[in-house]
Nanobody
Framework: QVQLAESGGGLVQVGGSLRLSCVASGSIFSISSMGWYRQAPGKQRDRVATITSGGSTNYADSVKGRFTISRDNAKNTVYLQMNSLKPEDTAVYYC???????????????WGQGTQVTVSS
């Protein structure tokens, strides 16, 4: 009974910006790492950026210097600020969170449903 809901995707021109949000809700006891992944048509799902509960971040080389991941632990929310967008950033963006629920004894990964980001040239 955990849900992750992304928002903020859309159509943007090259060089533009978007901010994605992902809220985790449900029977959550604790959240460890959170992250953003993306999948372009015909390609595998790739990691974009991750952030630990303490705020340590890690980025794919392709987005370093352009994207910023952040989180609000009080709101169970992770953000992805995307600047200087390129056509190759076009993909469905998914958030993932490592969550300990109030019922389970183990940590499990949960995924959102995805939000489309399209960068037009």
């Amino acid at each position: 009974q955990v849900q992750l809901a992304e928002s903020g995707g859309g159509l943007v021109q090259v060089g533009g910006s978007l901010r994605l949000s992902c809220v985790a809700s449900g029977s959550i006891f604790s959240i460890s790492s959170m992250g953003w992944y993306r999948q372009a048509p015909g390609k595998q799902r790739d990691r974009v950026a991750t952030i630990t509960s303490g705020g340590s971040t890690n980025y794919a080389d392709s987005v370093k210097g352009r994207f910023t991941i952040s989180r609000d632990n009080a709101k169970n929310t992770v953000y992805l600020q995307m600047n200087s967008l390129k056509p190759e950033d076009t993909a469905v963006y998914y958030c993932k969170a490592l969550i300990l629920t109030t019922a389970a004894l183990t940590w499990n990964d949960y995924w959102g449903q995805g939000t489309q980001v399209t960068v037009s040239s």
